[in-house]
């Protein structure tokens, strides 16, 4: 893996997904998927920041009003709803876990919706940076990581999706999306595979 042309894309790393008041938290099932979830994330980002690898949080933030969520349907009128991901709330904050990297992680703001490259400037920040592989974590499995991963890999980016860095709303829907929706357009592996290609091994 070439540290060098590699980023991080950390999504939807904020209160309202992995506070333990989040509002939206009880969206995954299984009680401590969430948090093995933001463990082996943190273990990756600290590994990943002591090599050039570009680390990028996109998270979600939205008006008071909501009005980018107008004719929502499914959970972003979930969203909309409870009020989540509120500008100005705590909920919409990024976790303080993050924020303890400074700015080791670029934040690519203006995320509305399940897509990081839509109405933001996650792609010329990339581009810039010379990227043409991105690895994705966060959150939703079957949402916000799939359609960024789609979009990632039809602008010609090598896609992989950690499996053990996202969390799916169920066991079941985790695992589908692992074995058979992501392997159509990404590779999938777990964030120990890409520490060992970080790690120099002790001679």
Excluded: W
């Excluded at 008006?63 to 709803?81: C, N, P, Q, V």
């Excluded at 670029?106 to 690895?135: C, D, M, P, W």
């Excluded at 499995?141 to 950690?162: F, H, M, N, W």
Aim: glycine share 8%.
């Amino acid at each position: 893996m070439d540290t060098k042309t590699t980023a991080l894309i950390l999504v939807g790393y904020q209160n309202d997904y992995f506070a333990a008041d989040g509002i939206l938290r009880g969206v995954v099932e299984e009680a401590n998927r969430v948090d093995q979830t933001l463990s082996n994330t943190l273990n990756l980002i600290r590994c990943a920041a002591a090599t050039e690898m570009m680390l990028i949080s996109t998270p979600i933030i939205l008006t008071a009003d909501y009005r980018a969520l107008a004719e929502s349907e499914g959970i972003l009128g979930t969203i909309k709803e409870a009020g989540a991901f509120r500008a100005g709330s705590n909920g919409a904050d990024t976790i303080p876990e993050l924020l303890a990297f400074g700015d080791r992680i670029v934040y690519v703001n203006g995320k509305q919706g399940f897509n990081a490259f839509s109405n933001t400037g996650l792609e010329a920040t990339l581009r810039t940076a010379g990227i043409n592989h991105l690895l994705l974590a966060g959150m939703i499995t079957s949402l916000c990581i799939d359609s960024t991963g789609r979009a990632a890999y039809e602008r010609g980016y090598k896609v992989s999706v950690l499996s053990d860095c996202v969390s799916a709303r169920t066991p079941g829907e985790q695992d589908f999306y692992c074995r058979n929706i992501f392997p159509l357009y990404a590779d999938v592996l777990e964030s120990r595979q890409v520490i060992e290609q970080l790690t120099p091994v002790a001679v």
